[in-house]
C-alpha cells in the first residue's frame, strides 16, 4: 500500500522538466547533447530590470510582501495591460504570483469544482491538464490539427460544452503550437461563450512579447465578455526572466480576491527583489522586447527550411511563442535496430539516444502525432541539432 496520497500518485511528472532533466543527466556522463526540450529565451535579462533588482538589494527592498504583490507593481501592471492590451484592470484586481504556472493554478483551484468540466484546446501546456486533476475537474478536450493551424473552431467550442462545463483554458500565443489567435478568431469564440453564462475563460497570455504575426489579441478586449475572463501574463518570456518567476493576473475583482485567499495558504508574496525587477520591466516600452523577438523569428524561419529538408515532417508556420509542433507520425510504424517507433514517446527517445538531441512528444500536449522542439537556443546549435534529427531519421526504415 503506497503511503503518499492518492493525489500524488495520480499527478504525472511534467513532461518538459522531465526530458530536460534527462538530458542534464546525460550530458553529465560525458554526452554531447543539444536540449530543444525546455521552454526558456537564452537571452540574459536586461541589464535595466538587474540594475532594479540590485537597488532593491542596497535599498533593503527584503521583507515580506504583500500576498497580492507590491502595490507599486500592481499598479504598473494595471498601466500595461491598458495600454499594451486596451484592458481596464485596477490595482486590486491583479494579483503577483512566483510564475505564470502558480497563477494558473491559483485560478483554477478557485473557481473549479469536483466533477465540473474544463474545455482544454489540444494541443496544451502540459500543466493545464495536471491543474484541472488536482481540483477534482474534469477535462474535455477539443482536437486540432496541422491542418486547422491548431486551433479550434467556435463549432467545435459550442459542442463541447455542457451544463457542466465551467471553464475554459487556452494560450495565444500557444504553447507549444506557436499558433496565434487574431482579434476576429477570439471575437467569435466569445460569440460563443458569451451565451453561458457560468462558463469563464483563462487568457494564458505569456508569449505576448514574442510574437510574429504584427500585434497580440486580448480575449479580455470584448466588452460584452471582459468579466468572464481572467488575463494571465508575466515577464519569464518576454523578458528572459525565467528564473525571477514572476507572474501575474488581470481578473474579475470577486476572482482576484479568491486567487490572493488561496495564495496567501501557499507561498504568500512573491520574491520582494523580483518584484521590483518586474516593476522596471512591465513599465518598459515594449521595444525593448523587439530584439529578443526578432531573433527568435530568425530563428524560426531558419528552422522551417531545415525542416523541409527532412521526409514526411509537416509544420504549420508559428506566429509567436518559440515552437515548432511537426506531424511527425510519418515515422510511426518504422524501425531501426531495436527501435520501433509507434508513437511520439519511441521517436522521442529514439533521438534523444540515437542522435543526441532532446525534445518533448507530442503526447504530453495531447497529440501523440507531434514532438515539441524550442528554437530558443543559438543558431549553430539549432543547425547543428536538426542535422542529427535528419540523420538519425534517415536510418528509420
Known amino acids: 500500500m503506497s503511503k503518499l496520497s492518492d493525489r500524488i500518485n495520480n499527478l504525472a511528472e511534467s513532461q518538459t522538466l522531465a526530458m530536460a532533466k534527462k538530458s542534464r543527466e546525460l550530458q553529465a556522463q560525458g554526452k554531447d547533447i543539444i536540449s530543444l526540450s ?51 484592470y485596477t490595482p486590486e484586481q491583479i494579483i503577483v504570483s512566483t ?28 500543466s493545464y491538464i495536471e491543474t484541472i486533476k488536482l481540483a477534482e475537474g474534469i477535462t474535455v478536450t477539443i482536437p486540432t490539427s496541422v491542418e486547422s493551424n491548431f486551433k ?36 467569435a469564440l466569445a460569440d460563443v461563450i458569451i451565451k453561458y453564462p457560468d462558463l469563464y475563460i483563462i487568457s494564458d497570455e505569456i508569449y505576448e512579447h514574442i510574437n510574429f504575426a504584427g500585434g497580440h489579441e486580448s480575449m479580455a478586449q470584448f466588452d460584452f465578455i471582459n468579466d468572464r475572463v481572467i488575463t494571465v501574463n508575466g515577464v519569464s518570456k518576454g523578458f528572459a526572466m525565467t528564473g525571477w518567476r514572476i507572474g501575474f493576473i488581470g481578473a474579475p475583482l470577486w476572482i482576484a480576491q479568491a486567487c490572493e485567499k488561496m495564495q496567501g495558504q501557499f507561498t504568500s508574496g512573491a520574491c520582494s527583489i523580483s518584484q521590483m525587477a518586474a516593476l522596471e520591466a512591465v513599465k518598459a516600452d515594449q521595444s525593448v522586447t523587439f530584439g529578443m523577438r526578432d531573433s527568435f523569428k530568425k ?48 521517436l522521442s527517445l529514439f533521438l534523444l539516444e540515437e542522435g543526441n538531441t532532446a525534445l518533448v512528444s507530442g503526447d504530453a500536449f495531447g497529440d501523440d502525432n507531434c514532438i515539441r522542439f524550442s528554437f530558443a537556443i543559438a543558431e549553430e546549435k539549432l543547425i547543428e541539432a536538426i542535422r542529427r534529427m535528419k540523420e538519425a531519421l534517415a536510418k528509420l526504415r
Open 152 to 187: 479550434i473552431s467556435p463549432e467545435q467550442l459550442k459542442k463541447a460544452i455542457t451544463p457542466k462545463t465551467k471553464l475554459i483554458v487556452f494560450s495565444t500565443p500557444c504553447n507549444p503550437s506557436g499558433s496565434v489567435y487574431s482579434k476576429s478568431e477570439l471575437k
Open 99 to 126: 510564475g505564470a504556472k502558480q497563477s494558473l493554478a491559483n485560478i483554477i483551484l478557485s473557481l473549479v469544482n469536483p466533477g465540473e468540466e474544463v474545455i482544454v484546446p489540444i494541443p496544451y501546456w502540459v
Open 38 to 88: 525546455i521552454g526558456e529565451p537564452d537571452f540574459d535579462t536586461p541589464q535595466f530590470i538587474k540594475d532594479a533588482a540590485k537597488r532593491a538589494i542596497d535599498n533593503n527592498v527584503t521583507r515580506y510582501t504583500p500576498v497580492s504583490g507590491i502595490l507599486e507593481l500592481r499598479k504598473a501592471v494595471a498601466q500595461k495591460f491598458k495600454r499594451d492590451n486596451n484592458l481596464n
Open 299 to 346: 530563428r524560426r524561419d531558419l528552422s522551417l527550411a531545415l525542416l523541409k529538408e527532412i521526409p514526411g515532417i509537416k509544420t504549420t508556420v508559428p506566429d509567436g511563442a518559440f515552437y515548432i509542433f511537426p506531424d511527425i507520425s510519418y515515422y510511426f510504424g518504422k524501425s531501426y535496430n531495436n527501435y520501433h517507433i509507434k508513437n511520439s514517446s519511441d
